[in-house]
């Protein structure tokens, strides 16, 4: 089992920068992600990274957002550069079940969840 927490949001004004961090307990040697969802709208895929540091992003946070594990100390980071209004959304860390190592950033193929942190930002 897998218990994810959240923290880092808030709110921030266009351009500005959040770090948003996830802490883990359990056996995290699987694909971790983030993925947010706004009001109305499928949750959706922002970042994932492997064991083995590979990463994807989706086009609309490339060259913005970088995700980051600390292995040792069991937590996901995603630092967020040049916000946008439309990067808006409740975000979520998101775990692969044990040994499932691809990279994906379809929420379904995650089987845990934290509970989400929310990011607000203002133009």
């Known amino acids: 089992q897998v218990q994810l927490v959240e923290s880092g949001g808030g709110s921030v004004q266009a351009g500005g920068s959040l770090r948003l961090s996830c802490a883990a307990s359990?056996?995290?040697?699987?694909?971790m992600g983030w993925f947010r969802q706004a009001p109305e709208k499928e949750r959706e895929g922002v970042a994932a990274i492997g064991s083995n540091g590979k990463e994807i992003y989706a086009d609309s946070v490339k060259g913005r957002f970088t995700i980051s594990r600390d292995n040792a100390a069991n937590t996901l980071y995603l630092q967020m550069n040049s916000l946008k209004p439309e990067d808006t959304a409740m975000y979520y860390c998101?775990?692969?079940?044990?040994?499932?190592?691809?990279?994906?950033?379809?929420?379904?193929?995650?089987?845990?969840w934290g509970q989400g942190t929310q990011v607000t930002v203002s133009s």
């Open positions: 359990g056996n995290t040697d699987t694909t």
């Open positions: 998101g775990a692969r079940g044990r040994a499932l190592w691809r990279l994906t950033l379809r929420p379904s193929e995650y089987t845990y």
